[in-house]
């Protein structure tokens, strides 16, 4: 009976240490928890004096997928030196991480092994020199970070390595002349990019939201027009969608500053072509109006284009009175598919309408 209860204890001892020292958890192939039959991937951590050394493997040809240390397994918290591994054993990425965050320098590898891009951290965050490159070892951009957004002199190659354009960054938008060049290194034109406009017509300054926006084209007369697109985004089924934004400026005297009248009129011949209102937003009713100009009307709406395959579309209709009696239509126009991740450049450019006339009384 002693003996019996003596291997006990050493066989439940054992486990004890065993899981100290080394556990192995089972991940389905989206890294979530499984059991061995139907893992994609397994884990083992072994305990260290700081933290546990853990290492991922590829089930099916136990293969090591990364290997780092943790100061926290739950949750992780990455500390020190990384590396992660193609299921053929060529290495992916390594860089070292502080508390989580990537510090200094990381390097990114495609399979066939040829360097596929070199970044520079600090505390989380891109900082420095940066660089991508082609699958075939050629250079493929090279650019700066300054707190994790794009910021000067960026040059772009294409696949045999020839320069294709090269231009300032600033802030993560593209901005001032970008140059472009043919293969044989020739200028092949050159390229304005702006997000910044001042609507002389009204007293208006507006900014688009990054340098994927534009000014497609401007009309003067009575009425002067402004059309601002954004470059095409694709949607979840692959339609090329290209948001845009109309601005239309008259002279509205004869409204007295009336907003509401104003409004009216200029928005009935749309509502009878079906566009519906989901939301009327003020700056009297709603705290979180996001536009400065108190003589103004915001419509949230939505219609059905029949031309174009049924498509669902949102629409933002904006009615200024300016100061100085200059009537004021914006139009922002994309469907409703790509709404959930660009509906906010709408939202940031109404917040950055401003009178001119407060801009200079600002500085």
Not at 4 to 31: P, R
Request: glycine share 6%; hydrophobic share 30%; net charge negative.
């Amino acid at each position: 009976m002693n003996r019996l209860i003596t291997l006990l204890l050493l066989f439940v001892t054992s486990l004890w240490a065993s899981g100290q020292e080394a556990d192995t958890i089972y991940f389905d192939a989206n890294w979530k928890v499984s059991n061995h039959n139907n893992s994609a991937f397994y884990r083992i951590d072994k305990k260290e004096k700081n933290g546990w050394l853990r290492t991922d493997y590829y089930r099916e040809n136990n293969q090591v997928q990364m290997v780092g240390h943790v100061s926290s397994r739950e949750p992780e918290i990455k500390t020190g030196f990384f590396e992660y591994y193609y299921p053929n054993g060529k290495l992916l990425h390594k860089g070292n991480y502080d508390d989580n965050k990537e510090v200094g320098q990381h390097t990114w590898y495609y399979e066939n092994g040829n360097l596929e891009a070199i970044e520079n951290y600090e505390n989380g965050k891109l900082e420095g020199e940066y660089k991508e490159y082609y699958d075939n070892g050629k250079l493929s951009m090279e650019t700066f970070f300054r707190n994790d957004l794009q910021e000067g002199l960026t040059r772009i190659y294409r696949h045999e390595g020839s320069l294709f354009a090269e231009g300032e960054f600033r802030d993560g938008d593209r901005t001032g002349t970008w140059k472009f060049f043919t293969e044989a290194g020739d200028m092949a034109g050159t390229h304005e990019f702006k997000t910044e406009y001042q609507l002389e017509e009204a007293g208006l300054y507006i900014k688009l939201p990054n340098s994927h926006w534009s000014l497609a084209d401007k009309r003067s007369g009575v009425k002067t027009q402004y059309v601002f697109r954004r470059e095409a985004v694709i949607d979840s089924v692959g339609r090329p969608i290209t948001p845009s934004i109309m601005v239309y400026i008259e002279d509205a005297s004869q409204y007295k500053q009336d907003v509401t009248q104003f409004s009216i009129e200029k928005q009935t011949p749309i509502k009878e072509q079906g566009v519906e209102t989901e939301e009327i937003l003020t700056q009297e009713n709603d705290a979180d109006y996001p536009l400065s100009i108190k003589n103004s009307y915001i419509f949230k709406c939505h219609y059905t284009d029949a031309s174009s395959a049924e498509l669902e579309h949102l629409l933002y209709m904006v009615y200024i009175i300016t100061q100085e009696n200059k009537g004021v239509q914006i139009y922002m126009d994309m469907t409703k598919s790509v709404a959930p991740k660009y509906e906010e450049e709408f939202i940031s450019t109404i917040k950055s309408i401003r009178e001119t006339s407060h801009l200079v009384n600002a500085n």
